[in-house]
């Protein structure tokens, strides 16, 4: 019984069935009044537990009662030693809790990573073609539900990469077919015209003009055919033309004069063929023709920093008042026949070459005269075309 100790400084006691200490650890204490028992207290419990405090201290109070001899056994243990012992439990409680919330975050945040970060690239590759890269996506790695996602996504891009395109590739056919129409269409009439002044001159006995303007023709059809190629150099562009105007020129008997200019070393410089006889013709047919006095047409070809080639022509012709203008540049192809069909072809064919940054720029006054400003890029020289003389 010495050994039965309830925390560090609690006992255990025994008392008989009229309340009389049977036992108790300090039994010496007691006997010499330097120690007090609460033995009120447990005269009122055959067995159970309770809490009271006895000379300012808190206890808890254990009572069983032995069944032969009805003595009862009393513990006691101290309520500030117990709660000591509380906290103690309830602080590493607390750590080993702190701890385990930790773990949990870590894991929670490496999950959360491994799940989303394949999640948050395949956002970024979606923003990216929404902006307008349709580049190829590399696979995203991940889980196989999103792996599965970016294979999808990734044959999505690959099919509107390739419509894309289609649709250019098919752009480029049908304005080459329209080009192709309309120098079909033109090209007879103006056959006519030209034939019908060089017979009209053979009636005249003008063998001079009649060798001048066939020659200038079959010059101005060997370029135009160039050997099925859109592509041809500056010299051969301006070359075209100047056969062109000197066909023009005698048709109309000498009503306008011409000057072209190139600026030396772009000889070679790479341009699409044909786009400078429609500007000219569209000078000569809207503005020259009806003029009273001397026709002026005048071509510069000059280089425009940076990077960009400027096709300028000039005439003196009647002009245009603003509105006619402004439904020219608007270059929107909803305008009915006339003035402006070649332009806005011109404008059509070298942005469809070259992009959106290159094009026409119109000015022009009414009675004065327009300019017309053709914007190509600077490109590296390229071989002239070997025409074989006949």
Known sequence: SQSAKLGATGYVYFIDNNGKIVYHPYQQLINSDLFNEDLDSAQEYIFGTFTNTFEGRQRLVIIDTVNNA??????????????????????????????????TIVLARMVSAYISRPIRELDRLMNSVE???????????????????????????KRIRQLMDDI?????????????????KINPHFLYNTLDSVVWMAEQNDTEGVIRMITALAKLFRISISKGRDIITLAEELEHVRNYLIIQQIRYQDKFEFSITLEEGMENLPTIKLIIQP?????????????????????????????????????????????????????????????????????QRIQLYYGSDYGLELSSELDVGTLVRLVIPEQSPIQPIKVVQS
């Not at 996506?137 to 990734?154: C, D, I, R």
């Open 168 to 184: 250019v590739t098919s752009q480029e056919m049908k304005r080459k077919f329209e080009l192709d129409a309309l120098q079909a």
């Open 279 to 347: 500007i000219v013709e569209n000078a000569i047919y809207h503005g020259i023709k009806y003029l009273q006095e001397m026709g002026h047409i005048d071509i510069k070809v000059f280089r425009r920093k940076p990077g960009a080639v400027v096709i300028e022509v000039r005439d003196n012709g009647v002009g245009m008042d603003e509105q006619k203008l402004a439904t020219i540049l608007s270059f929107d192809g909803q305008h009915p026949k006339g003035a402006g069909i070649g332009v806005r072809n011109v404008h």
């Open 70 to 103: 009805r003595w009862r056994i009393v513990g006691v243990a101290f309520m500030d030693e117990l709660m000591a012992g509380l906290d103690q439990y309830t602080t590493i409680m607390l750590i080993v809790l702190g701890f385990c919330i930790v773990i």
């Open 131 to 157: 902006r307008g890269d349709f580049s190829a996506p590399p696979t995203v790695g991940g889980n196989q539900e999103v792996a599965a996602l970016s294979q999808t996504f990734a044959v999505m891009v």
